[in-house]
DNA sequence: ACCTAATGTGAACACTGTAAACATACCAAT
DNA sequence: ATTGGTATGTTTACAGTGTTCACATTAGGT
């Protein structure tokens, strides 16, 4: 990866920029990102980013979209995958999205760190954040279509099972809730909110 | 408040530069807080602030302690008000502590955005942080000794309400769930939650 | 082969956190 | 009341970081 001929010319900075940008994000935390940082270990100018991004914000946002692309796709194995029932398969949705935030921790938190930001600004990090919701809605979805679920919007349920998967994520990789076990404390926050919103 | 006498010593630095900071997070966030201008705006010098604390992490940990003590205070409002039913109690937590949030939004992500703060370096923090969660686990704990509750411990319940609270309000203050009336969507949230996790 | 736009460089600027040396004022002990 | 020591505040300067600007190099179409 992260190719280099010593032209002068690069090649693919653009993706390299981001590659590496999650690199240190992973081995140091979002501190660790910094513009010269990034270029030294491209082999390439601190300013040479300015010319794929206008910001540090812009490259974060590439970051943080590459990110939600990932995880929708991790979301979308769910689907696939014939579990045996549908709610066995949101409740498994949650499960990958707990266990997916908590592997990629600083990458997760900064996904959704909006303070810097700002997803109006970046449209596609807005497309990849709707791509991912999308994916989580249409499993909830299909649970109340086929009866299995309250409520009048499927959206409504969307939300609970968003806040509690988000907020258990949240906490576990910020150290407030600390557990040995992620898939089992997944598991078990994602199985009491499903009993709270399935039909019984 | 933050009063100043134009003597060379100001008496009461430390508590103004905390309320200083807290009213510049509120306004403009947490890119807002800057040492000098701080200091300007209490009429001090920047560095005036490093004789009460050694780092501006420091001081935005006071920050988030000052937080916690206040949530845990409106959380203590809902133990002392006798609300009709324990369950009525604990759903009525929850929606205070998504309320907070979203009313103390900067501050509330302050709170929780342990990557610049780190609370183990803070012991006042922690503390404050543990308050905050004892109380919230009582409500749980009394539901569950009244038998209304299930599962082993009550700390497995208070980590799925504290999971769906926090990640609601997440979601909201960051704009990723949007709603006109707050207090109608905690409720939802939380009802949703508590029925999960109640003996039915 | 040439021209233009895209891409990369180097030096410099501004902003911000922070340290160091110095100044002032409060307080306790005499 | 005097005085010496400590706590508190100031000034100056430095270092790290994002960003810009003028310039250099190259790719790619005509």
Chains 1, 2 share one sequence.
């Not at 601190?46 to 995880?71: C, E, I, M, P, W």
């Not at 299909?142 to 907020?167: D, Y």
Request: aromatic share 8%; with cysteine; charged share 25%.
């Amino acid at each position: 990866m992260t190719s280099k001929n010593d032209s002068y010319h690069h090649g693919n900075l653009r993706d390299s920029l981001i590659d590496v940008a999650i690199e240190i994000l992973q081995a140091e935390g979002k501190s660790g990102i910094k513009m010269r940082e990034i270029g030294k270990r491209i082999g390439v100018s601190q300013s040479a980013a300015y010319r794929h991004f206008s910001d540090k914000s812009a490259l974060l946002a590439a970051v943080a979209t590459r990110g939600f692309d990932k995880l929708t796709d991790e979301l979308r194995t769910v689907r696939n995958s014939q579990y045996s029932s549908l709610v066995e398969q949101v409740e498994q949705m949650g499960v990958i999205y707990i266990i997916f935030a908590v592997e990629h921790a600083a990458q997760y938190r900064l996904m959704y760190g909006t303070e810097a930001i700002r997803s109006d600004e970046y449209p596609e990090l807005a497309q990849a954040t709707r791509n991912m919701a999308r994916e989580y809605f249409r499993m909830v979805k299909r649970c109340q279509e086929a009866g299995l679920m309250k409520g009048q919007s499927p959206i409504e349920l969307l939300n609970v099972m968003w806040s509690a998967t988000h907020g258990a994520a949240m906490l576990v990789i910020d150290g407030f809730i600390k557990t040995d076990d992620v898939e089992q404390f997944a598991r078990n926050v994602v199985n009491y909110v499903d009993t709270g919103i399935r039909k019984l």
